[in-house]
């Protein structure tokens, strides 16, 4: 008797009474979701899309922590912004250090730069990366709290072509995801400098008007009066309409800077339009910064992805003045955007050999089998599940499968498999361990067979 008879064959002891558990009824948390296997089609073809564009363009892959110190998010992002104050998810962990969920990429990638001496490697670097970014925002629609962004950073390189040739590939992804109706708007904040000066207008315009905003962006004149920007309200809206804008007060550079892209833009005729209201309410940007939006049969616009030039921020995280520019695209809401238009979606390579068995002995025979027959490139179908061969062959038939390959009883006793050709019906006994090699030349005859039919 094996040892597994042994167990089984026990008489049943005295029963014990096990404390029922209860069930938990969980859900998801609120703006966070599952990625069900029926949607992973739209998120694979976005995903290949997405890294084969980074690699065309020669950016190297880089994976950042999902958690990082919190220090790091509070400098970069500056204590008094939305996204920190509001958005970033901070905790203590056990050891009681203030930790953050990465909100964005920008400030761990210009870390990682800085802490792993990519500063001697030879320039542009490229880095391109794709991960679950974290913020806690209102819940609606294209805003989650978890969300999937897919980041193009190049560091070393103040050349506008650089910030023409971000704008490029973020068009040629939503090209070649079928996404339409596109619109780029690029504005330039200007240096550090010139954002300084600006900052001193908006301060001293808001001032002039305290009376006409509501309290609570009152408070912001001082500490961060590029916020107000961000209120949706007629009141505050009408007060920014007569506001400053960057754009007329920017430095000699960075005017240059702004109009060479401009001349590339135009070369490269990509959709687009100046917008000199568009802020991107994140403080690391300097000069350039872009946003492009999918527009809506009614006019209305999403933000699909946004980016710009942070030139400071190496520096300010204490590595060498270094000029960078990069942007992301919210890849959840690329799919959305995709499923909306029933776009193109991945189409898994289809297996051309099926795997067939009946009975217990040639189950265990087939595990090896198609172990074999993978190993060797070859995509095999299989439902070990099932002991019914009408039913294993019904299904190879719909899979549209060149070759079966048929254990059956008889053959897992003697080490025989039997090959089926599925579009002439003719079938051959071989020995198993000349089943790669034989299933290699069926298949290699079937496509003759397919192209001379
Ligand atoms: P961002 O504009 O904050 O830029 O985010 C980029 C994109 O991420 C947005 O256009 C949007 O598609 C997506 N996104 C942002 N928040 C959410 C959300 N709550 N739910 C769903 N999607 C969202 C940045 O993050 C910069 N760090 C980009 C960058 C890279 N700049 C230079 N390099």
Redesign the pocket.
């Given at each position: 008797m094996t040892a597994a008879k042994k167990a089984t064959g026990k008489k049943a002891k005295k029963k014990t009474n096990v404390k029922k558990i209860k069930p938990l009824k969980c859900t998801s948390l609120p703006g966070v979701h599952d990625i069900l296997p029926g949607e992973q089609s739209y998120w694979q073809q976005a995903r290949k899309v997405l890294s084969d564009e980074a690699e065309e363009y020669g950016f190297g892959r880089i994976d950042v922590p999902i958690m990082e110190s919190e220090s790091l998010f509070r400098h970069v992002h500056g204590e008094t912004s939305e996204l920190y104050e509001k958005e970033t998810y901070c905790f203590k962990n056990r050891s009681r250090d203030d930790v953050v969920l990465r909100s964005?990429?920008?400030p761990a990638i210009a870390r990682a730069y800085t802490e792993n001496g990519m500063v001697d490697l030879r320039k542009p670097i490229k880095l391109f990366t794709i991960g679950h970014a974290f913020?806690h925002?209102r819940v609606q629609a294209?805003?989650?709290?978890e969300?999937v962004?897919a980041?193009y950073?190049i560091f070393g390189e103040q050349d506008p072509v650089l910030d023409a040739q971000v704008i490029q590939i973020a068009h040629r992804v939503l090209q070649k995801l079928g996404i339409k109706n596109i619109q780029f708007h690029v504005n330039s904040v200007g240096t550090r400098e010139s954002r300084a000066h600006y900052r001193e207008l908006l301060t001293a315009y808001f001032e002039s008007r305290r009376t006409k905003l509501p309290s609570k962006y009152r408070d912001m004149i001082d500490t961060d009066p590029m916020r107000i920007f961000e209120a949706t309200d007629d009141k505050t809206m009408q007060v920014c309409s007569g506001a400053p804008q960057a754009i007329d007060h920017l430095d000699k550079e960075s005017r240059d800077h702004f109009k060479n892209l401009l001349e590339y833009l135009d070369e490269l005729d990509l959709p687009y339009m100046i917008d000199p209201a568009l802020d991107?309410g994140?403080n690391y940007y300097t000069q350039t910064i872009f946003?492009v939006f999918v527009i809506d049969k009614d006019g209305t616009r999403h933000?699909?992805?946004?980016?710009?030039r942070?030139n400071d921020l190496v520096e300010s995280l204490g590595g060498e003045p270094t000029p960078a520019i990069?942007?992301?695209?919210?890849v959840?809401?690329l799919v959305a955007e995709m499923r909306r238009l029933k776009a193109k979606a991945y189409m898994p390579p289809e297996p051309r050999v099926y795997l067939a068995q009946i009975g217990d002995l040639a189950k265990k025979k087939s595990l090896r089998i198609f172990s074999d027959i993978e190993s060797a490139g070859i995509l095999v179908a299989e439902s070990f599940g099932r002991g019914n061969l009408k039913e294993q062959m019904e299904q190879a038939t719909k899979m549209k499968v060149d070759i079966v390959v048929i254990v059956g009883q008889k053959e897992a006793l003697d080490g025989t498999v039997i090959l089926k050709d599925m579009h002439t019906g003719t079938q051959e006994t071989i020995t198993s361990d000349k089943v790669v090699c034989s299933v290699k030349d069926a298949l290699k005859k079937t496509v003759k067979v397919s192209k001379i039919k």
């Open positions: 964005d990429f920008t913020r925002e294209g805003r989650c709290r969300f962004q980041n950073d991107r994140i946003e933000a699909l992805g946004g980016g710009g942070y990069g942007f992301a695209f919210g959840d809401r």
